[in-house]
C-alpha cells in the first residue's frame, strides 16, 4: 500500500513537473517571437529605409508610433501561437482525465466495464494513470464477478443440508418419520456439516483480510501429526485405507491446532478422493524450513485441476464430492492456514501417479 502511494505521488509530481515545464516552453517561444520578430522587422525597415540620424541620442530610446505598432503586432502574433500551443496542450492534457472522469463516475453509479481512454500518449504520465485506473477497474470488475460466484456457490453448498433439515423435521412433525436415535443422528450430522461449511468459510475469509487468529508458540509439531492422524485413522480405515507414518521428533514455533485442523483436511480429502489403499504421511525438516506431505496412491488430479485445486468450492470429482459430502473448502483452509504461518501449500504429482499434498511451513 505504501509502495503505491509513493509511485502515485512520483507520477503526480512528474506531471505536475511536465505541464509547467510544457507551459514554460509555451512563454519562451512566445517571447522568441517578439524579440525574433523585432531584429527582423526592424532590420527589414532598416535596409529599405535609413532613417536620419536624431538630434540627440536619447531619441533613440523614445519608440514613436511605428514603434508602439510593430510591438504590438508581434505581441499579439507571439499571443496568438501562445493560445494555440497552450489549446492544444490543455486538450492532450485534458482529454485523458475527462476521460478518467467519466469513468469514475460511471464505475461509481455501478457501471464496473467502464473504462478511461489514454489518448495521447505522449504525455507518458497522464497514460500511465490512465492505465492504472483501468487496472483497477478490471480488478475491481473480476471482484465483484468472484463475489457473485462466491455467494452462489455458498448458497448451493447450504441448500442441501438445509433442505434436508427442513423434509426431516417437518416428516417428524407430521408423523412420517419417528424421532428415533436414527433420525437424530442423521439431523446431527447434517448439523455438523452446515458447521464445517461455516467454520471453513470463516477461516478462509479471515486469512483473505488478513485477520486470522494464530497461537504461535513451540510446538512438538510430530505429536501434533500423530493426533491428527490418531483422530481420522478409523474413518479411513473403514473406507480401506492403511496409514504410513514417516515422521521425526521436531519442535517447532507454530499453531498447533491449526497444523492439525490442516493435515486432518488433507487426510479427509485422501479419503473423499483417493483410490483406497496406502497414505503416506511424512515430515521433512530443514534448517529454515518443513515439509508436511499426505500422498495417496491415485488417481491423481489433471493438470487443469491442479492449478486450480486450493481454489474454494473446486471438485475434481462431483460424485464422489456428493457420495461423501465434501464442499470444496477443505484445501482452501490448508492454504489459508499456511499463508497465516507465512508459509505455502502445493500439489505435485508422485512417482507412483498419485497426488502429494505440501504443507511447507518456515522454521521460525
Known amino acids: 500500500m505504501e509502495k503505491a502511494q509513493r509511485n502515485e505521488a512520483q507520477h503526480r509530481g512528474r506531471l505536475s513537473r511536465q505541464i509547467v515545464l510544457s507551459m514554460g516552453l509555451v512563454s519562451i517561444i512566445t517571447m522568441l517571437i517578439a524579440f525574433v520578430g523585432s531584429v527582423v522587422i526592424y532590420g527589414w525597415l532598416y535596409a529599405l529605409s535609413p532613417p536620419e540620424l536624431p538630434k540627440t541620442p536619447v531619441d533613440w530610446l523614445i519608440p514613436d508610433s511605428i514603434d508602439f505598432l510593430i510591438f504590438a503586432t508581434l505581441l499579439l502574433i507571439g499571443l496568438v501561437v501562445a493560445v494555440v500551443m497552450a489549446s492544444r496542450l490543455a486538450r492532450r492534457i485534458l482529454a485523458p482525465l475527462n476521460s478518467l472522469a467519466e469513468g469514475a463516475r460511471r464505475i461509481a453509479a455501478g457501471d464496473l466495464e467502464a473504462r478511461a481512454l489514454p489518448g495521447d500518449r505522449s504525455l507518458g504520465d497522464t497514460a500511465l494513470l490512465v492505465d492504472d485506473f483501468n487496472a483497477m477497474a478490471i480488478r475491481l470488475q ?18 442441501t443440508p438445509l433442505t434436508i433439515l427442513r423434509g426431516r423435521l417437518q416428516g417428524m412433525r407430521d408423523g412420517v418419520f419417528e424421532p428415533d436415535d436414527a433420525q437424530i443422528r442423521g439431523l446431527l450430522y447434517q448439523v455438523e456439516g452446515l458447521a464445517r461449511i461455516v467454520d471453513d468459510l470463516h477461516i478462509i475469509t479471515l486469512q483473505d483480510i488478513g485477520r486470522l487468529e494464530m497461537h504461535f508458540e513451540p510446538t512438538r509439531i510430530d505429536i501434533e501429526i500423530r493426533r491428527a492422524v490418531d483422530s481420522i485413522s478409523d474413518a479411513l480405515y473403514e473406507a480401506g485405507f492403511t496409514i504410513e507414518l514417516d515422521v521425526s521428533d521436531a519442535m517447532v514455533v507454530c499453531d498447533g491446532a491449526r497444523i492439525r485442523q490442516a493435515l486432518l483436511a488433507l487426510l479427509d480429502n485422501a479419503r473423499r478422493y483417493a483410490i483406497p489403499g496406502r497414505l503416506r504421511v511424512a515430515l521433512g525438516l530443514a534448517p529454515a524450513a518443513l515439509v508436511l506431505s499426505v500422498e495417496d496412491g491415485g488417481p ?65
Open 300 to 364: 491423481g488430479l489433471a493438470p487443469e485441476f491442479a492449478k486450480l485445486v486450493f481454489e474454494p468450492f473446486t471438485r475434481a470429482d462431483a460424485s464422489r464430492s456428493r457420495q461423501f459430502g465434501g464442499s470444496g473448502l477443505g484445501l482452501s483452509v490448508v492454504r489459508a492456514i499456511a499463508l497465516a504461518h507465512r508459509g505455502r501449500a502445493t500439489f505435485r504429482p508422485s512417482a507412483a501417479g498419485g497426488s502429494i499434498f505440501e504443507l511447507t511451513l518456515p522454521r521460525i
Open 142 to 159: 473480476q471482484m465483484a464477478a468472484d463475489m457473485t460466484a462466491w455467494n452462489a456457490a455458498i448458497a448451493h453448498e447450504l441448500r
